[in-house]
């Protein structure tokens, strides 16, 4: 039986010290991965941060392939992961971060387990632009997907832009996220499972087998678009999605 208090306050001290860990050498079954996970976040939480919603990863296409991996995972979200619109994120809290472009939605209903597309609309308040800073506790970046999902799914910050009319057609947007005014990635919102609508329905889906079901004011994330970007200090990045607008932020 794996400790499972023992791996989540090695994955937690980890990121604290902004310090990579070797890849875990149990063998973790996935519920195992999410106790620790779950075990990891209350440690947070007891430290007054406080859940804001949850980030859906391997949504795409794109970031299967980019990180060898083909499940579809998720993690809990904090307020102290959320970073300002056009705010500044300190490059040195973090071990080897990169960059995501997403779409977030904040919900005005709560959401159970079981919905339809057009039911899990319903419930949404506002879409905005989103960009996700990811950061591995893990040497290089590599992991299995119960290592990742045991290390809360490489969460740690997030930018949201300005929200924006939940009505909007999310099926084909383009999204093109640009370092110091270069585009780096080039994509369409069909890249997260077709509608990232479809990403939120998951979500409702997984937090509730989780026992923590979607509720109003949650912020859901759905997944990068396209493959991540390494970032290093003195970049400034920037999220454009047709339609509904931008997000940025610098690293300082
Ligand atoms: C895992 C998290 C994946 C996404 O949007 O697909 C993720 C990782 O790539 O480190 O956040
Ligand atoms: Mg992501």
Same mark, same amino acid.
């Given at each position: 039986?794996?400790?499972?208090? &023992? $791996?989540?306050?090695?994955? +937690?001290?980890?990121?604290?010290?902004?310090?990579?860990?070797?890849?875990?050498?149990?063998?973790?079954?996935?519920?195992?991965?999410?106790?620790?996970?779950?075990?990891?976040? *209350?440690?947070?939480?007891?430290?007054?941060?406080?859940?804001?919603?949850?980030?859906?990863?391997? &949504? !795409?296409? @794109?970031?299967?392939?980019?990180?060898?991996?083909?499940?579809? $995972?998720?993690?809990?979200?904090?307020?102290?992961?959320?970073?300002? +619109?056009?705010? !500044?994120?300190?490059?040195?809290?973090?071990?080897?971060?990169?960059?995501?472009?997403?779409? @977030?939605?904040?919900?005005?209903?709560?959401?159970?387990?079981?919905?339809?597309?057009?039911?899990?609309?319903?419930?949404?308040?506002?879409?905005?632009?989103?960009?996700?800073?990811?950061?591995?506790?893990? *040497?290089?970046?590599?992991? !299995?997907? &119960?290592?990742?999902?045991?290390?809360?799914?490489?969460?740690?910050?997030?930018?949201?832009?300005?929200?924006?009319?939940?009505? &909007?057609?999310? !099926?084909?947007?383009?999204?093109?996220?640009?370092? +110091?005014?270069?585009?780096?990635?080039?994509?369409?919102?069909?890249?997260?499972?077709?509608?990232? $609508?479809?990403?939120?329905? @998951?979500?409702?889906?997984?937090?509730?087998?989780?026992?923590?079901?979607?509720?109003?004011? +949650?912020?859901?994330?759905?997944?990068?678009?396209?493959?991540?970007?390494?970032?290093?200090?003195?970049?400034?990045?920037?999220? *454009?999605?047709?339609?509904?607008?931008?997000?940025?932020?610098?690293?300082?």
């Amino acid at each position: 039986m794996a400790d499972i208090a &023992t $791996i989540a306050e090695r994955v +937690d001290s980890a990121m604290l010290n902004a310090g990579a860990i070797e890849q875990l050498a149990e063998p973790l079954s996935m519920e195992e991965a999410y106790a620790v996970q779950a075990a990891s976040m *209350q440690r947070r939480y007891a430290r007054g941060e406080r859940r804001i919603g949850i980030k859906m990863g391997f &949504t !795409s296409r @794109a970031k299967m392939i980019q990180m060898g991996l083909d499940e579809m $995972i998720w993690g809990r979200l904090t307020d102290a992961m959320l970073v300002e +619109d056009g705010g !500044s994120i300190d490059f040195g809290r973090f071990v080897h971060p990169r960059v995501e472009p997403e779409i @977030a939605f904040i919900l005005k209903d709560p959401l159970p387990a079981t919905v339809t597309l057009a039911a899990a609309l319903l419930a949404v308040g506002g879409v905005a632009p989103a960009l996700e800073i990811i950061d591995s506790r893990y *040497q290089n970046f590599r992991f !299995s997907l &119960t290592d990742v999902v045991a290390d809360n799914s490489s969460s740690s910050a997030l930018v949201i832009g300005p929200w924006a009319d939940p009505s &909007t057609n999310l !099926s084909n947007l383009g999204m093109i996220l640009e370092i +110091d005014g270069e585009p780096k990635q080039i994509g369409s919102s069909a890249a997260i499972l077709g509608n990232p $609508i479809r990403s939120l329905v @998951a979500a409702a889906r997984l937090a509730a087998a989780a026992g923590e079901p979607l509720q109003a004011g +949650d912020v859901v994330m759905a997944g990068g678009a396209t493959a991540a970007e390494a970032l290093s200090p003195g970049q400034h990045v920037r999220l *454009q999605v047709q339609k509904i607008g931008r997000a940025e932020f610098r690293v300082k």
